[in-house]
């Protein structure tokens, strides 16, 4: 690990400004997984600033009848939040199916938007990598792509997002509220936070330096049945290969692209009224696969018909 | 940089560097050893450690992060003359082979335990809103944090049956 300087931040509006004033600096939350990049030098920061003890951990509900998470608040919290059990099942089952639980502990709301992929060549420092290091290439292209994105990748980069959490808050409309470094809120929907890779695979989300996520706004839950299903090599404690989240008329998709995947064309079927597996093929008219991950396209399909069979049944309705 | 944290019930005074973890602390500054680390990425567990009485990796923490905390390791969860109902319980059942993962796993089991009772759900939970109970599922499934190369897990599930006391 590269030597680094550490604070504590006071309170919100200091550690956007200790951030925004000391070169190679990054805010620190949980940590799980910062400081594992840390350790392999694929994040080299200069000074950390610790938001982790500020008091944006709370979950509370909003006047709409929504509920506003803390960015702070853990995984774990979130997961055990009443109203979340009992108003946003879909949130809750894509946060357990995450890390394991000591993970969930650590990690935190705003982390969890945050964290990178896992590709496994963004891991490795010894090849080419556009996200580790722009311009030198992509070795996922024509490599070990298994698990690369089957919608929106580009020729620089074919890496996924690795969230369950986001997945489900993208099909919950749900936003992020942020701090700029100027001192302005400003809040942006889940859907919006991420980038495709583009020919800029490195900016990863549409935050400016130095921006704070603080907390994350979900809207009143849609009528009808939430579902969150993820396919993936263990039965617990592994990334996805491909992941559904239902509600309302949401269909959004995680681990096929490099940021959650609205399914707006399986969306506009359904809303057509389209069979669950004519909405699926919908969909999947526009992926492309990078051949070792060709079967994700087959195994997206099955997610999504059978994803919206059980919404349908009523299941976390 | 000074960073003092309570471990074991004790406030241990530490003058760091940065970069150390907080399982690197607890095993080389203060002579802890029962917390072992096995993978150092926050993969397998054996580092597991309760922190403010809530489970996490130890090798995923910087200790300058836990000033003011108070740290639980294997050391302070029983001792030889007083075994923690877990401990007794992984000696019952053969609960273990190595060795090196059992204070991870045992650290683990006790926050699990905890998790439960305050019905935390787990991917393994099928009501959400009801109260948990610990089935062979839910407790496998809770503890898929901890790995264990010598495969003891079926007599772990069922030293952690024993203690949990629900139904199988």
């Not at chain 1, 992509?138 to 698990?147: D, H, M, Q, T």
């Not at chain 1, 195994?299 to 018909?305: E, P, S, Y």
Request: a neutral charge; glycine letters at 10%.
């Amino acid at each position: 690990m590269k030597a680094f300087t550490y604070e504590r931040a006071a309170d919100v509006a200091a550690a956007v400004k200790a951030v925004a004033e000391t070169p190679n600096a990054r805010f620190l939350a949980g940590g799980t997984n910062l400081l594992d990049l840390m350790k392999l030098e694929i994040e080299t920061p200069a000074h950390l600033v610790d938001v982790g003890r500020l008091p944006l951990s709370a979950i509370e509900p909003t006047a709409d009848g929504g509920l506003r998470i803390g960015a702070m608040a853990t995984n774990s919290q979130v997961a055990a939040d009443a109203t979340a059990r009992a108003r946003y099942p879909v949130l809750v089952e894509a946060i357990v199916s995450g890390g394991s639980a000591q993970l969930r502990n650590k990690a935190t709301v705003g982390g969890n938007l945050l964290q990178r992929t896992r590709c496994a060549y963004f891991y490795d420092t010894a090849k080419p990598c556009n996200k580790r290091q722009p311009g030198s290439g992509c070795s996922a292209i024509g490599g070990l792509n298994r698990n690369a994105a089957i919608f929106g990748a580009s020729e620089a980069c074919i890496a996924t997002h690795p969230s369950d959490m986001a997945v489900a808050l993208t099909a919950l409309g749900a936003r992020v509220e942020t701090l700029t470094t100027d001192g302005s809120s400003r809040t942006l929907a889940v859907a919006d936070l991420h980038r495709l890779p583009g020919a800029t695979p490195q900016v990863e989300t549409e935050l400016t330096p130095g921006e704070l996520i603080t907390s994350v706004v979900v809207p009143p839950p849609p009528p009808g049945g939430q579902i969150y299903r993820k396919a993936r090599d263990r039965a617990s404690y592994a990334g996805g290969l491909a992941s559904v989240a239902v509600a309302g008329g949401q269909v959004v998709l995680g681990a096929v692209a490099h940021k959650p995947w609205t399914a707006a064309q399986a969306q506009a079927a359904l809303a057509g009224g389209a069979s669950h597996a004519e909405a699926a093929k919908a969909e999947l008219a526009g992926a492309q696969d990078q051949g070792r991950n060709a079967f994700k396209i087959t195994l997206v399909g099955r997610l999504i018909a059978a994803a919206l069979d059980e919404a349908k049944q009523g299941r976390g309705a | 940089m000074k960073t003092t944290i309570t471990v074991n019930g004790e406030a241990r005074a530490l003058d760091l560097d940065t970069r150390v973890t907080l399982l690197d602390a607890l095993r080389e500054h203060l002579g802890l050893k029962g917390s072992k680390k096995g993978c150092d990425h926050g993969q397998c567990g054996a580092c597991t450690v309760l922190v403010n009485g809530v489970r996490i990796n130890a090798c995923l923490s910087l200790a300058v992060m836990h000033d003011g905390d108070e740290v639980t390791t294997i050391e302070g969860i029983g001792t030889e003359a007083a075994l923690h109902p877990l401990q007794q319980a992984f000696l019952t059942q053969d609960a273990f082979q190595g060795g090196y993962c059992t204070p991870g796993q045992i650290c683990s089991a006790v926050g699990m335990l905890q998790e439960a009772a305050q019905n935390w759900p787990s991917q393994a939970t099928q009501d959400l809103t009801a109260a948990i109970a610990l089935t062979d599922a839910e407790i496998r499934e809770r503890m898929s944090g901890n790995i264990c190369r010598c495969s003891a897990y079926p007599s772990r599930l069922a030293a952690i049956r024993d203690v949990a006391g629900e139904p199988a």
